[in-house]
DNA sequence: CTGGAGACTTGGGACAATGCTG
DNA sequence: CAGCATTGTCCCAAGTCTCCAG
C-alpha cells in the first residue's frame, strides 16, 4: 500500500546559493513564528525551575543573578556569544538572537511565501488509519520558508504499515486556535519544586566528607572567575540550585519549593523576572556551544567513590545429573551451570549457536578430563528447581522484609549513587560492574551462550581527579587495573567487555546530569539547524542522483534515504556481530525495485528488528537502484562506494557538524512540532495527550521502533470487548428505565438477579447513562490505541528524539501537565528543556 | 586513506514498582 | 486489599561517530 510519493518532494525555490543567510531569517522566524501569540509573551511563563529564580543566597545567589542579567540582556547577551560561539559551529551561536526584530516581520514573511508554494508540495501524503479528520481548510503553510524543505520527507511518506497519518494540509487553523490560550504555569512549577525537594534529601552524602570541602571551595571560586562564557547555563543553573542545596539556603530554597506546590505565587517573582527579562530559553542557548568536540576539558574536579560488585558466588551445592547421574562441581562450575539452568525455559534454548558456545566456554572450565563430556547428557533440572524455590521464597517474603532489604541494598550502594563534578554533585548512571551471565545477543548472535565472566576491581580503570581520593576498592585484597587523570573525558571508570574484547564499558553520569544534559541540547540544536539547510541539502542530493561519477550518486540515494525513510548510517560490522545493515550497508537484496517507481525495503536493522517498507521513491533514485544493482550478487554491497564516514564527510560540506543520525533526530522532533502543532485542539487534557500520543506514535513509526506484543494481549483485547458487553446490557435497560421513569413508571426489576431497582427520577437515570456511556467510550478508545500500539514502541523516540523543549512549549501553551507526558525520570533528563519558552518551535 | 580503539548515544526486553479492580 | 495488569526503570547490547597510528 505504498502511497504515492509526495510529488517532488524537492522543489526548491530558492537559489541555493544565498544559503546561509537566508536559512537565518528563516530560523528566526519560526521561531517566533506563532502568529499573534506574541503577546503571550509578556504575560506568563515562569522561568519553570521553582528553583532558578526562587530565593538566592549567598553564594549562589550571586551566581544566579549573573544567569539573570544575561536574561535581561538578551542583546547583550547574543553579541557576546555569538562571535566566540564555536567557529565550528557558527550559526548555533546567535540563532535566537534576532528574537526581538524577527517577530514584527514574519507573518508577511510566510504570507508571501505561501503564495508560491505549490500545493501539491505541501500537501502530505499519509494514508490515514481512521482519523482523517484534520481539517483541510485554509490550505496555508505555516512555517517559514514555505518551500517543502522543511518537512522531513518521511512524514509526507508513510511506512506501509497499517498505522497511517492524519493531516492532509498544512493549516494553520489549529494554531490559530492555540494562540488564544494562555499559558500553564502550574505543571512547571511543580516541575521545579519537584526537583529542588527531590534532591535534597539525598544530600547527606555519606562518602564525602572531604568533598563537602571542595564543594564549597569550588562554589566560591566559581561567582568570582566564572565568566559565563564557557559554561552553558543548563549547567550552571543545576550548580546553582544544587550548591544551594547544600549551603544554609537549602531551608529558604524548600519552602519555596513548597509554596510553588500549592498556589503559585511565587510566580509572581518569575513573571517580573520574565517580562523585563524575557525568554530565558534564548538566552540560554545562545550560550550553546559544542562542548563534546574532543580532546577537550570536560571537567576540572571530579570526585566520585568507583563502583560496586556484586557479592561473590554463593555455593547452593545443588547437583545435575551426568546421564542420570549427580556430578559435583566446584563453585565455578556450578556458577556458570546455574546460569544455564536457569535459561530452561527461554527461547535461547532451541538455539543451536547458544548451546555450543555455552558448552564450548564451560567445558573449558570443567576441563578435559570431566566425567561431563557433552551437554545432551546433562540434565539441569535440580539446580532448575531449586532457583523456582529461590525464587518463590523471595515472593513469599514480607512487605518488611523486602523494604529491609531494599534498605540495605541502599544504604550499601549510597556512596557509588553520586559523583562531584567541579563542584557539583551528580548521579551516576550505572555504577555496578555487571554481574556474570550468559551473553545474551539480538536476532542471530554468533556470540550467544558464551560465559560473560565476572569483572574483577582488577579489569577496572578508574578516572578521577588528581587531587580526589582514590576510591577504595571494595573487594578486600583486590586492587583497580590502574587510575587515570583524564579530563578530556566523561567517564568514571570502564572496564573491557568480556564477551568482546574491544568494546569498552563505561560508567559515566546518570541521564538528568548536566553533562548529558548539555550533549542532549546540542543534539537538539543540531538538528534545529538542519532544518535550515535542508532545503539545500536536498537540493543537492537531487542534483546528484543523476551525477556521472557513481560515488556522487551513490552519496546521493543514500543521503535521500537517509532524510527521506530516517535510516541509521550503517557502518560497517565484523561477522562477530549479528548481520545487520543500515543505510550504508544495505545489500543488493534488501532493496526491490517493484515498478511504478516502487523501492520495497526489507532488512534487518539495529537490534535485528526488522525494517519493512515500501516507497516510491523519485524516478531517477528509482533508475539509480537499478544500476547499483546490476551486475552484483544477492549479499553484496548496495553502496559499493560508500561507507559511513565518506558520506559523513560529505554531510559535513553541507553544514557544519552535519552526519548521517541527525536526520533522525531532526525527521523525529520535526514530526512531533508539525503534528502537535496541527492537530490541537480544545479539549480537556486527555484529548490533548491523546494528540501528543499520536504524534508520538507517528515518530515511533518513522524510526521503526518496534516492539514484541505482549503474550497475553489478546485476551486483555477479549476481557475488554467483554466488558463493554456487559455494559451496553446496562446502558440498554437504563435507557428502558429512563422511558419508563419519564412515565413515572416504576423500573423493571433487574434482568441479571431479578431484583428490584431503586426508583430513580429521570435525571439521575440520565446521568447513569451518561457516565455508562462515557466509560464505554473509553474502553473502546483503549481497545483502540491498545491495538494500535501494540507493536509500536514509544519510549525510544520520546527519550532520545523528540526535542523536550517542543514538548514542553507545547503543554505550556495548551495546559497539559507535563507530568502527563513525562515520568519522574524523564522530567529529571529534561531538567535542561524546563523553562523554554511557550512559543518555542523547533 | 584505512582500520581499529575509544567515547558516547540509542535500543528492546526483563523486571520491579505501582495502580486498578473485583 | 489481594491479585493482576500497566507503567516505569534498569540492564546491557548495539549502534554512531571521532580520532589516531601506520
Redesign the pocket.
Known amino acids: 500500500m505504498a502511497v504515492e510519493a509526495s510529488d517532488g518532494p524537492v522543489t526548491f525555490k530558492k537559489s541555493s546559493a544565498s544559503k546561509s543567510n537566508q536559512l537565518h531569517s528563516e530560523m528566526k522566524n519560526s521561531d517566533s513564528y506563532d502568529d499573534g501569540q506574541s503577546n503571550r509573551k509578556t504575560s506568563d511563563v515562569p522561568a519553570s525551575n521553582g528553583q532558578s529564580s526562587s530565593s538566592l543566597n549567598g553564594k549562589a545567589s550571586a551566581i544566579e543573578s549573573s544567569v539573570d542579567i544575561s536574561k535581561e540582556s538578551n542583546l547583550k547577551t547574543y553579541t557576546k556569544s555569538s562571535p566566540s560561539a564555536n567557529s565550528k559551529f557558527p550559526s548555533l551561536g546567535n540563532k535566537n538572537e534576532s528574537l526581538l526584530e524577527k517577530k514584527i516581520p514574519k507573518c508577511d514573511d510566510f504570507e508571501d511565501e505561501e503564495d508560491n508554494t505549490p500545493l501539491s508540495d505541501i500537501r502530505m501524503k499519509m494514508n490515514n488509519d481512521n482519523d482523517k479528520k484534520a481539517t483541510p481548510n485554509a490550505l496555508k503553510k505555516s512555517y517559514e520558508d514555505s518551500d517543502d524543505d522543511d518537512i522531513p520527507l518521511s512524514a509526507r511518506l508513510p511506512h506501509n504499515t497499517n498505522l497511517g497519518e492524519s493531516s492532509s494540509n498544512y493549516d494553520d487553523s489549529d494554531k490559530q486556535e492555540t494562540a488564544s490560550k494562555l499559558s500553564v504555569k502550574r505543571p512547571l512549577d511543580e516541575i521545579g519544586s519537584l526537583h529542588s525537594s527531590g534532591k535534597k534529601p539525598k544530600l547527606s552524602d555519606p562518602g564525602s566528607s572531604i568533598n563537602a570541602k571542595q564543594i564549597s571551595v569550588r562554589s566560591d571560586a566559581k561567582v568570582e572567575e566564572e565568566d559565563d562564557d564557557d559554561i552553558p547555563i543548563s549547567r550552571k543553573k543545576n550548580k546553582v540550585v544544587k550548591l544551594m542545596d547544600k549551603s544554609s539556603s537549602s531551608k529558604k530554597l524548600t519552602n519555596v519549593a513548597k509554596v510553588n506546590k500549592g498556589a503559585a505565587p511565587s510566580f509572581k517573582k518569575k513573571e517580573k523576572l520574565k517580562k523585563s527579562g524575557n525568554e530565558s530559553e534564548h538566552s540560554q542557548s545562545t550560550k550553546l556551544q559544542l562542548s ?4 577537550q576539558k ?1 571537567w576540572t574536579t571530579l570526585v566520585h567513590n568507583g563502583i560496586i560488585f556484586p557479592p561473590p558466588y554463593k555455593p547452593h551445592g545443588v547437583k545435575i545429573l551426568y546421564k542420570g547421574k549427580p556430578v559435583t562441581l566446584t563453585p565455578e562450575q556450578e556458577e556458570v551451570a546455574t546460569l544455564f539452568a536457569v535459561m530452561r525455559d ?1 527461547e535461547y534454548m532451541e538455539k543451536e549457536i547458544f548451546k555450543d558456545n555455552f558448552w564450548n566456554d564451560w567445558r573449558e572450565l570443567l576441563g578435559e578430563n570431566h566425567v561431563i563430556q557433552n551437554l545432551k547428557d546433562c540434565d539441569f533440572t535440580p539446580i532448575y528447581d531449586w532457583c523456582q524455590i529461590e525464587k518463590d521464597k523471595k515472593k513469599q517474603m514480607s512487605l518488611e522484609e ?1 523494604k529491609a532489604l ?1 534498605e540495605e541494598k541502599m544504604k550499601q550502594e549510597e556512596k557509588y549513587m553520586w559523583a562531584i563534578v567541579d563542584g557539583v554533585k551528580e548521579k551516576v548512571g ?1 555504577f ?1 560492574a ?2 556474570p ?1 550468559l ?5 542471530v ?1 554468533p556470540k550467544m551462550g558464551k560465559v ?1 565472566r565476572r569483572i574483577r576491581p582488577n579489569d577496572v580503570v578508574i578516572n578521577i581527579g588528581k587531587d580526589a581520593p582514590i576510591p577504595e576498592c571494595p573487594i578486600p585484597g583486590e586492587s583497580w587495573a590502574e587510575i587515570t587523570h ?1 579530563d ?4 568514571l571508570a ?1 572496564w ?2 568480556p ?1 568482546k574484547p ?5 560508567v ?1 553520569l546518570a541521564a538528568s546530569s548536566s553533562w ?1 544534559g548539555q ?2 541540547k546540542e ?1 537538539y540544536e543540531k538538528a534545529r539547524m538542519l532544518k535550515s539547510y535542508i532545503g539545500n541539502i536536498r537540493a543537492a542530493y537531487t542534483k546528484g542522483f543523476t551525477s556521472k561519477d557513481i560515488t556522487k550518486q551513490q552519496i546521493a540515494v543514500a543521503t535521500y534515504f537517509i532524510d527521506k525513510l530516517a535510516l ?4 560497517e ?2 561477522d562477530e ?2 548481520d ?1 545493515v ?2 550504508c550497508t544495505l545489500k543488493v537484496e534488501n532493496v526491490t525495485a517493484e515498478g511504478h517507481n516502487k523501492l520495497k525495503f526489507d532488512f534487518l ?5 526488522k525494517y519493512e517498507n515500501t516507497v516510491e521513491v523519485e524516478p531517477p533514485v528509482y533508475k539509480a537502484i537499478l544500476k547499483f544493482q546490476k551486475d552484483k550478487q544477492p549479499g553484496d554491497d548496495l553502496f559499493d562506494k560508500l561507507d ?2 565518506k558520506l ?1 564527510a560529505h554531510l ?1 560540506e553541507l553544514m557544519p ?1 552535519l ?4 536526520f ?2 531532526f525527521n523525529a522532533s520535526f514530526t512531533l512540532d508539525d503534528m502537535l502543532n496541527k492537530e490541537t485542539k480544545d479539549g480537556v487534557v486527555a484529548e490533548k495527550t491523546a494528540v501528543y500520543q499520536h504524534a508520538n506514535k507517528q515518530v515511533a513509526i518513522i ?6 506484543v ?1 503474550k ?1 494481549h489478546s ?2 483485547i477479549s476481557k475488554l470487548n467483554e ?1 463493554i458487553d456487559e455494559l451496553q446490557a446496562v446502558l440498554k435497560e437504563l435507557k428502558i428505565d429512563l422511558d419508563r421513569a419519564r412515565k413515572e413508571k416504576p423500573p423493571l426489576k433487574r434482568s441479571s438477579d431479578g431484583k428490584n431497582k431503586r426508583n430513580l427520577n429521570p435525571e439521575a437515570i440520565g446521568k447513569k447513562i451518561a457516565q455508562i456511556s462515557a466509560k464505554i467510550e473509553k474502553m473502546q478508545r483503549d481497545i483502540h490505541t ?1 491495538e494500535d500500539l501494540k507493536t509500536v ?1 514509544l ?3 520520546k ?3 523528540l526535542d523536550p523543549r517542543i514538548t514542553v512549549s507545547w503543554c505550556k501553551r495548551h495546559e497539559v501537565p507535563i507530568e502527563k507526558i513525562y ?4 522530567l529529571e533528563k529534561f531538567a535542561w528543556a524546563m523553562d523554554v519558552d511557550p512559543d518555542f518551535r523547533i
Not at 574491544?502 to 563505561?506: C, E, H, Q
Not at 541509521?568 to 557502518?571: E, F
Not at 536493522?605 to 528488528?609: A, E, F, N, V, Y
Open positions: 563534546s568536540g574532543d580532546g570536560k527461554t523486602k531494599r550505572n555496578r555487571e554481574p551471565g551473553f545474551r545477543g539480538r536476532g548472535h560473560k583524564d578530556t573525558v566523561t567517564w570502564k573491557r567487555d564477551i574491544n568494546k569498552l564499558k563505561m559515566s548529558k550533549s542532549d543534539k541509521r548510517a550503517g557502518n560490522k565484523d556481530e549479528a545487520t543500515g543505510c536493522g539495529k537490534d535485528s528488528i559511513t564516514s559523513n559535513k557538524n552526519t548521517a543520525k541527525v533522525r533526530t524510526c521503526n521502533h518496534q516492539r514484541s505482549s497475553n485476551t486483555q466488558k491498545k514502541a519510549g525510544t523516540s527519550i532520545n528524539y515520568t519522574k525520570t524523564l
